[in-house]
């Protein structure tokens, strides 16, 4: 049972627009989220993560916002650049209901995200 | 100089042979990672090793052994694996253990098992 899901496999958008991926989760015990960026033939890097206790953090141009409530989270790139393109895993911590490790980080499928010129 | 490096990054292996990926970090970080991706599936969590020791072992198969001889270096060693284990395999490290801290990874190695 996934309990990370990138509902989208793709999304395209112009480059100077926004781009808004999304990403929902199951486990009510995650606390931790964290958004990578993964090029072909090279594994993912890390952009941009959120602790429970905020709804929103910004760097540059990526923002992620949470919504503990609808177990929701999404990533916005405003505005979306050519460089941007890449897939975008969206992964979360905290241990589960089992009293999980905090070791492990639970990703999604990812999202292939294309910014057209 | 690259932060994580994995040799091989392609490996072909039939299900009677023993290979093994290497994964090097050159960031003097004390945790590192094994993770596989299957194809159309999430990024798998497999090992961690937090100073040599390892500290999670998420319910592998023993076809896979873990090999960590120091915290610069991890290892995987295959052997008689299966066609459904071909997939990317993806090395980390990160700082210390725990999903506080950033984890950077490895170009992975891809492996087809025939």
């Known amino acids: 049972d996934q309990q990370v899901k990138q509902n989208s496999p793709s999304l395209s958008v112009q480059e100077g627009r926004i781009s808004i991926l999304n990403c929902d989760y199951t486990n009510s015990m995650f606390d931790y989220f964290l958004w990578y960026k993964k090029y072909p033939a090279e594994g993912p890097t890390f952009l941009i993560s959120i602790s429970s206790i905020k709804d929103k953090n910004e760097d540059g141009r990526f923002t992620v916002f949470l919504n503990k409530s609808a177990k929701h989270l999404s990533l916005h790139i405003v505005p979306s650049q050519p460089g941007d393109s890449a897939v975008y895993f969206c992964a979360a911590s905290g241990g589960d209901d089992s009293g999980g490790s905090n070791y492990k980080l639970t990703f999604g499928k990812g999202t292939l995200l294309t910014v057209n010129p | ?114």
């Not at chain 2, 994964?23 to 599936?41: D, R, T």
């Not at chain 2, 090992?47 to 001889?69: A, H, I, Q, T, W």
């Open chain 2, 1 to 114: 100089e690259t932060g994580v490096t994995q040799t091989p990054r392609h490996l072909v292996m039939g299900m009677t042979n023993k290979k093994s990926l290497k994964c090097e970090q050159h960031l003097g970080h004390n945790a590192m990672y094994w993770y596989k991706q299957s194809a159309k599936k999430p990024l798998e969590l497999m090992f961690v090793y937090s100073l040599e020791e390892r500290v999670e072992n998420n319910s592998v198969p023993s076809r896979f052994s873990p090999e960590c001889p120091n915290s610069s270096h991890l290892f995987l060693h295959l052997h008689t694996l299966q066609p459904e284990d071909s997939a990317l395999y993806l090395c980390a490290s990160s700082q210390d253990e725990g999903t506080l801290y950033e984890q950077y990874f490895g170009p992975g190695t891809r492996l087809t098992v025939t």
